[in-house]
Each structure stands twice: as C-alpha cells, then as structure tokens.
T-cell receptor, first 112, second 109 residues
Framework: NAGVTQTPKFQVLKTGQSMTLQCAQD?????MYWYRQDPGMGLRLIYY???????DKGEVPNGYNVSRLNKREFSLRLESAAPSQTSVYFC???????????FGPGTRLTVT | LAKTTQPISMDSYEGQEVNITCSHN???????ITWYQQFPSQGPRFIIQ???TKVTNEVASLFIPADRKSSTLSLPRVSLSDTAVYYC??????????FGAGTRLFVKA
C-alpha cells in the first residue's frame, strides 16, 4: 500500500496563476483533509471531507476550493495564487478505528 | 470551538521522561484529543489518542484530567531520535480538527 500520495512534490507559481494539488489514498478511508503549514508554524486546516460527496471549510479556506472526486481522491485548487499562499500543503486521511490521520509527504508551493 | 495552547519548546536529556501539556479550555463534550510527532520535511505521524483518564501504548502515555481542559503527553526515557515537534490535535464537532502550534522537543546526549 502506498498510503497517502500527493502530487506534485514541489511547485513554483507566479501571482495570479492557478493550479490543482492532487491527493490520493489507497486505505479505503472515508474522511480526508487538506492542511497548510507555514515555515516554523503548526498546521492549519483548509478543508476537509468527512465522507465521499461532502466537503466543509476549515480554519483557513479563503482562496482555495476542493473536490472530493471519489473515495480515493481529494484535490485542492488555487484559482489565483498569492504570495501569502506560499506554504507546505499536506493531505491526510482518517483511519477507521481510531482518530488516527495518515499524512502524505507534502507539496512545497512557492508563489512569487 | 476548542483552541489549543502548547509550550513552544522543551529541552531534555536522553533517558529522561518528558511531559508535554496542551491546554484546550473550550473543549466540548464530543471533542477528541490526539497527539502527533513531526520530523523536518515530513508529515505528522500519529502517536496516541484519548478522551479522558489515561491511555498508554508502546511509545507514550496520555493523561487527560476529568475536566478535559488539558492533556499531557508523556514520553518515557527519551532518546536523541525523539527530537521532533509534537502537536496536540483536537477533533471538534466530529471531523473538524484544530492543531496546536507545536512543541519543539530537543533531546540532548
């Protein structure tokens, strides 16, 4: 099992450009999450999907959109990137038995 | 909505027990408490979870008092490889999550 995978690993965007961060999990988990982590800071929740077909806002949703494409995939879209969105983005899925989230390796995004 | 507060950093020596406390004063009845470890350039990794009283697994213990306004992660006999950032994470309102700012633990030889 690959667990949680994220693509791309690195990305540089110019202000105003758009892009989609991809996340997939192969553990048959129902719930998935997107976080951002700024340098030297903790993680902040952007959006989450409690189950296939549902999405909800987290702490910092402005400037982002998400799509729960199916049970495996949860994508994050930046429609018009801003320098303030420079961060590391982590995707996670929630295990079935315990409140255990499995995190992907992250996408390091720089907006210039 | 639960908000969390943790110490910014802690130092310890190898072989010592380390206790890291997270305050979550506004925790609600149905909220759940978990702790994660993060190494540089990696995603966080689950350590332990609990609702109240004490939970122990093979790597850590978690103490939660009756009022649940705080939780303490206890790492027995730390080693150099335990140097990392430790986060409390509260599940609030079901699936929504609030991460603490993290406690940077530095273990010295």
């Amino acid at each position: 099992n690959a667990g949680v995978t994220q693509t791309p690993k690195f990305q540089v965007l110019k202000t105003g450009q758009s892009m989609t961060l991809q996340c997939a999990q192969d553990m048959n988990h129902n719930s998935m999450y997107w976080y951002r982590q700024d340098p030297g800071m903790g993680l902040r929740l952007i959006y989450y999907s409690a189950s296939e077909g549902t999405t909800d806002k987290g702490e910092v949703p402005n400037g982002y959109n998400v799509s729960r494409l199916n049970k495996r995939e949860f994508s994050l879209r930046l429609e018009s990137a801003a320098p303030s969105q420079t961060s590391v983005y982590f995707c996670a899925s929630l295990g079935r038995l315990y409140y255990e989230q499995y995190f992907g390796p992250g996408t390091r995004l720089t907006v210039t | 909505l639960a908000k969390t507060t943790q110490p910014i950093s802690m130092d310890s020596y190898e072989g010592q027990e380390v206790n890291i406390t997270c305050s979550h004063n506004n925790i609600a009845t149905n909220d759940y408490i978990t702790w994660y470890q993060q190494f540089p350039s990696q995603g966080p990794r689950f350590i332990i979870q609990g609702y109240k009283t004490k939970v122990t697994n093979e790597v850590a213990s978690l103490f939660i008092p009756a009022d649940r306004k705080s939780s303490t992660l206890s790492l027995p006999r730390v080693s150099l490889s335990d140097t990392a950032v430790y986060y409390c994470l509260v599940y609030t309102g079901g699936f929504k999550t609030i991460f603490g700012a993290g406690t940077r633990l530095f273990v010295k030889a």
